[in-house]
Every structure is written in structure tokens, then in C-alpha cells.
């Protein structure tokens, strides 16, 4: 790993703006119910978009029962970093929707955002998503092609002008004026079809590896001059859901928060919804515990392996990235990567193929965790395990005693 690319990841990680404040303050809180409370009113005034499928009675058809769908609005809330007072408003606005257009492009990629969305869970989010969320345009799920397809969209963009989330799955080719890529009888670039859908739109939301910084198709040697959504649209609120794929409750939990509050969520400095990214796997991983006693596996089907211990020896890149799927896992909740014994290769991050994607730790990479209080004096141990892998618990202990005496003094 070069100097530069380490200097690179280290600002990443350490940044001012990779921390989250999960306590704002009773007055925060206490405006931001009253701003929900107004929009919600609003909202519904109106009346459903095209889409007039009944909430209530669509989870009733998939067989689930109210208190299935509270203890999910109890979920999401705390996903959504609100306190549990807002419960009963997050679970209102999933009612609703229906009242927020959603235009969808595909550009280049394997579709695996799209598959990951119809696999969402619940309480049956894909239903509440192609069912109750008034989806406007999706070229792979819907049943029109052609000219009929573009037609939709020109209509789609036309009367809900500055009112539509558009999200965006793949990355888009610069390469040749572009010409990697088009669409359409006329050969439009992705590039000038994005830009095009993109201007009418409330906010773009990137979703994927390959829409938010380029993904694989960007990977050296990027034979299509291939670049993410925010290297394109300016001007534009524009919010990143990377990861490979993207985990559709925080596509979700995206939508929800715009319809809660008529706004995005915080950002971090790439444009990452801090509700989902301000966590590092490392952080909440179920091998941590290992880890911090200095087990690993050494090498694929040890007795490390049997035993579930640690894989950062065998190249895994949780404590390099930041994302919550360590928390909330793939395929309703039962697992993710490293729970079956692979580990994280990175893909939430920047050029992870190029950077992550390869099975060694990264152990010069020295990177100093955002987060403060008690997880600090871990991260401290932690990171010296990254130069020195294999000190034993009894100096842990002692590292993190003298954290905790540097917490005491103030040092930040």
C-alpha cells in the first residue's frame, strides 16, 4: 500500500465528519417532532400518488399482524438514530409512502441493487416498496419496453418535476464520449440520461458500489472511464448508499426519512447517511471478542475457523469500514459475510476493489478510529494489534487503562 493511499484512508476514517452525535439534545429532538409532526399532517392532505394500494390491508394479505409491523417501526426508528418516541410517526409514514414519487435508473451494473430490493425484508418491505411506495419508473421491474418504457419515464419526470427521489444503480462510463454506454432508440449516454432525469429531481440517491464511487467497473484499469453519480451531478443534493450490494433497509430507511421530514438525512464527507455508515463493522462485529484476545484464524479450515475466531489475519477489512451490516445482516436479519466465515472485503468504501478486495490485513495501514469514550480505549488496543498482531489480553488491559487516563486528561 503507497504512502499516499494510506495518508488517503487515514484522513477518511478520522475525519470530523465520520462521527455521529446520536444525542442531539431534548430541544433537537423536541423541533424535529414538531417539523415531522407538520409534514406528516401534510402529507397526508394528499392523496396517493398512482399508486392507491392500501397499506393496512397489503400487510394483512402477506399475513402479518400490526404488532409484527410496530416492532419493525420500533427497529427502524433506532436505525434512523430517533429517540423511541418517534416510533409511532416512522410507522405513519411508512403508511404513506405512497405520497413520494420514486423514479428509478439502472446504468452500469449486474442489477444486484434490484435483486437485493425485491429480497428486503420486513415486515415484507419489498411488498411495501413495489407495492405501497408509488415507484414510477424502473426499467428492469416494470412490464413496458421500448418506446412505451421511454414514454413512461418522459411523463413520470414531467408531472412529478421536483418532487422525485431518483435513484441511480451503476456506475457511468466517460470513456468515448460515453459511448460505452446508452439507452434508448436514440443511443442517449448514461451520462446525458442521468444528468437529464437528474435536474427535475428533489434529490438523487446513489445506491451501490458502482453508483456511489465507480464500483468494480472502476477498478484498475477502468477501461471505461467509469465514475460514480456525485462525480457527475452538481448542483443537486446527492446521497450515497454504497456497498456491494446495497442493504435495501438502508435504501428504505432513505425514503422514510425524506418522507418523515421532507429532507435527506446527515451526511458524512461521502455523502454517506450517517444513520447507516457512521458504524464500523469492527465495532459491532460477534468475532470482536476474539480479536481483542488475540485469536484468529491463521488460514482457511484451522481450528481458528472451527471456532469462529477473529479473521483479520486472513484479510478481513472490518476495521477499515464503515457500514451497519454487522447490525441489521442480509436476508431478514439471518446472516451477512462474516457470520459464515468470510470476511469483510470493504465494498461500502472507495475504490474497495482496488484498495480491500484481497485476502491480507492490512496491517500498516494505522488507521485511528473515529469514535471516542470506551470504544476508544478498544480501538486503541485494536490498533496496535494492527502493527503488532498477537498481544495478549493482559496488555489490553493495561492499554486500555492508559486510554482511559488520556480520556481523563480531555485528549480528544
Avoid at 470513456?175 to 449516454?189: K, L, S, V
Amino acid at each position: 500500500m503507497s504512502m499516499d493511499k494510506q495518508e488517503s484512508v487515514k484522513k477518511l476514517f478520522t475525519s470530523q465528519s465520520a462521527k455521529v452525535d446520536t444525542n442531539k439534545g431534548d430541544t433537537y429532538y423536541d423541533e424535529l417532532y414538531i417539523k415531522c409532526r407538520a409534514r406528516l399532517d401534510d402529507l397526508k392532505k394528499l392523496k396517493p400518488l398512482n399508486n392507491r394500494l392500501d397499506f393496512t390491508e397489503s400487510i394483512e394479505d402477506e399475513g402479518l399482524e400490526r404488532r409484527d409491523f410496530l416492532k419493525w417501526a420500533s427497529a427502524t426508528t433506532a436505525m434512523l438514530m430517533l429517540p423511541a418516541s418517534f416510533t409511532p410517526l416512522v410507522a405513519e409514514a411508512a403508511v404513506m409512502m405512497n405520497r413520494v414519487p420514486v423514479i428509478w435508473l439502472e446504468l452500469q451494473d449486474c442489477a444486484g441493487n434490484s435483486e437485493a430490493l425485491l429480497r428486503s425484508d420486513g415486515p415484507q418491505i419489498d411488498e411495501i416498496i413495489l407495492d405501497i411506495i408509488s415507484l414510477e419508473f424502473h426499467e428492469t421491474l416494470q412490464a413496458a419496453s421500448g418506446h412505451q418504457a421511454e414514454k413512461q419515464m418522459e411523463e413520470a419526470v414531467e408531472h412529478f418535476k421536483g418532487k422525485y427521489l431518483l435513484f441511480v444503480e451503476g456506475s457511468i462510463p466517460m470513456g468515448m464520449n460515453g459511448q460505452y454506454g446508452t439507452i434508448g432508440a436514440h443511443a442517449e449516454t448514461f451520462h446525458d440520461h442521468l444528468l437529464r432525469v437528474a435536474a427535475d429531481a428533489a434529490a438523487v440517491v446513489a445506491v451501490g458500489s458502482c453508483a456511489t464511487y465507480g464500483g468494480i467497473p472502476a477498478a484498475a484499469p477502468n477501461p471505461t472511464d467509469a465514475v460514480g453519480v456525485m462525480d457527475v451531478v452538481k448542483g443537486k443534493p446527492v446521497i450515497n448508499i454504497p456497498a456491494c450490494p446495497a442493504n435495501p433497509s438502508n435504501m428504505v430507511g432513505v425514503i422514510l426519512h425524506y418522507v418523515l421530514t421532507g429532507s435527506i438525512p446527515e451526511l458524512d464527507s461521502l455523502l454517506r447517511p450517517k444513520f447507516a455508515f457512521g458504524y464500523r463493522i469492527h465495532d459491532n462485529c460477534e468475532r470482536r471478542a476474539h480479536f481483542d484476545a488475540g485469536e484468529y484464524v491463521e488460514e482457511w479450515g484451522d481450528e481458528g475457523a472451527k471456532n469462529n475466531f477473529c479473521l483479520y489475519k486472513v484479510g478481513c477489512k472490518g476495521p477499515m469500514t464503515f457500514n451497519n451490516c454487522s447490525i441489521i445482516r442480509y436476508n431478514e436479519g439471518v446472516n451477512w459475510p462474516i457470520g459464515v466465515g468470510r470476511g469483510c472485503i470493504g465494498c461500502s468504501e472507495p475504490d474497495f476493489w482496488d484498495k480491500y478486495a484481497y485476502e491480507r490485513p492490512m496491517s500498516d495501514a494505522n488507521i485511528k478510529a473515529p469514535t471516542g469514550g470506551v470504544e476508544k480505549t478498544v480501538d486503541e488496543f485494536g490498533l496496535g494489534l494492527l502493527t503488532a498482531a498477537g498481544i495478549g489480553i493482559g496488555i489490553h488491559a493495561a492499554a486500555s487503562a492508559v486510554a482511559g487516563k488520556r480520556v481523563d486528561k480531555g485528549e480528544e
